[in-house]
């Protein structure tokens, strides 16, 4: 099967600036896919020329296995990290503009944008103008337009960035059943803790180029499990275990990470034995920001 | 075509139903008219009531001049007719340095060398711009010395009275001559302020999208073309809607059984011919001078910074506003005709002359024609800044950067 976005050594020049060089990309249909990166590394220049808003100097975008044209933006749905809506525009004739300006009939509109708002809870916002809401409800009202025509591929840049927990919980859980639909959905942040659990395959990009891709499984295996994270009261000696390459103190907690090779029950063993009341004791995989990190270290020596 | 025509009816809708555009509506008019009008019989009724002082020899020539000053056609003046004496001279000196009794400047006649001659006239004012005063003073001594040489050709004052009176031309069977030049004048400031509203609002409605970061959502369904194309359609529909309100209204005022209840001075007020060509100059105008508006709020990103560059839509509307004096005067002159072909003073200048009823059928073809290639040219090079400037936030773009986005696809 053809995957949905497909980019080939895309490579994008701002005056002398490089913003993208070298990208290639692969999103199959029913994927979640994080594309990470610090700020500026350039993941908003990847995502304008996915979607036609600039053409990239060298390099070829498809998307649905066809080379890119307007056409198929009727099947994109896209929630832009610049957001914005018209201020003086009331909340439902809003949605239904932008419905129509994806080719929907205002009936069809109207009706999908009144269901949409039920299930984010926004239903009592409909009628007020779009200049009288919060920044976290007018997010959720671009994140409703982006979906309205029922896209096959989904792309949204930083969709979580101002949101409170609730409201970012719900966003998320909304995608993973977007997801389950089939659809194809990307979406970029700096925030690397919250792509963990959500995504089944990530890039990350740093400066331009692409660093790290694949899938979350298959990345994280890749990193040995040797972090250690203990709570524990009383004797802290153990800290100074030769099995530990570095910790993290805080009140009665540590985060450890182990030499190469070195045995986290050896350390759990020692801690007992030197009298630490142990009540957790957790063996943990790297955090992707810590991969991160260590790619980025790595990238930067070679 | 259905985005161009989405966002077209979106622009209208919104500014349509705002409180600012019936205000707008109602308050352009009667600003316009009353300033027009009421400047105009201002203009012709005020009386000069300056405080001067006349100091001849001549006693008959100085009272000939105060009864002109005092009670003559331009002016009601104060007028003291000291004796010339040196020390009339330091005293009115003095009076002028210390701004006594108001007096704004005497005159010094000198009584002539030979007796044919005329006097040698001396005015020394209190401030050197006041050339209305200067005008009444020589309209009254040309008035008197007149009158002086009549008398000596031994014609009687009665004569010389019914020689002077002002002349009367009848003018009822076309209505009244300055009314209709009023109601040019009126259409001109009217074209010139409708212009200026719908450019700035084009810029305005960019300025505000990119402000408010819509169009990158916007751009992920339409091209920026559609986009530009549905604003510009939008913006001037509702400036038609306008005009079209007030050119009803003026219909209604000037054609109707309730114009005729007015009286006779407002009859034929605004023609259908000179409404016909307000709104063709208007829709050529708004293409033309939004079209660089777009290219203003493309290039800035705040109001502020737009007001600095708005002189490039002012500019040529106030050249046009200079103009309007010398075509007043002559407006077929040579230098009517070209100032009135140029494509940003036509929409003001032909549509003047139309008014007065002077050019050339070829004069108004050729001024469209030139109008529009000045509008293809000019939106092909604003709709390339439009589309690079629209996604650019932050500092205004230098002229180098800018001749690089025309080069962008």
Redesign the interface.
Known sequence: MNPIVDLRNIRKVYDSKVAVEGLSLRIEAGTMFGLLGPNGSGKTSSIRMMIGITAPDSGTVSLFGQPFTREALRRVGYLPEERGLYKKMKVMEQLIFLGQLRGLSPAVASARAHAWCERLLISDAVDKRTEALSKGMQQKIQFIASLLHEPELIIMDEPFSGLDPVNAALLMDTLVSLREDGKAILFSTHRMDQVEKLCDEIAIIYKGRLVLEGGMQAIKSRYPANRVHISYAGDGGFLRHPAIQSVKNYPGQAEIRLNDGADAQALLAAALAGGARITSFQVVEPTLEEIFIETIGSNVDA | MR?IW??AK?EYL?RIRTKAFIIMTVLIPVLMGGLVFGGGYLAFSTRSTSHVAVVAADAAFADGVKRELEDGKGAHMRVDTPPPTPQTEAALNAALRDNENDLVGYLWVTPPAAAEARPVFRYKPRSAGDIATEQNLKDAIKVVLTRERLTRQGMSLAEIDALLLPVDVDTSATGSSKTAFGAAYLLFFLMYMVIMLYGMNTARSII??KT????????????PDQMLAGKLFGVGAVGLTQIGIWMTAAGLLSYTPFAAALGGGVHLLITPVQIFFFVAYFIFAFLLYSSIAVALGAMTNSEQELQQLNMFLVMPLAFCVVMIFSIINAPDSTLAKVVSLIPFCSPLLMNFRISLGHPQPWEIVTSFVLMSLSIVAILYVASRIYRVGI?M?GKKPSVGEMLRWLRY?
């Open positions: 985005n989405l966002i979106r919104e505000e999208e408010s970061r819509v169009f990158e959502v916007m751009l992920s369904t339409i091209t996604l936030y696809s």
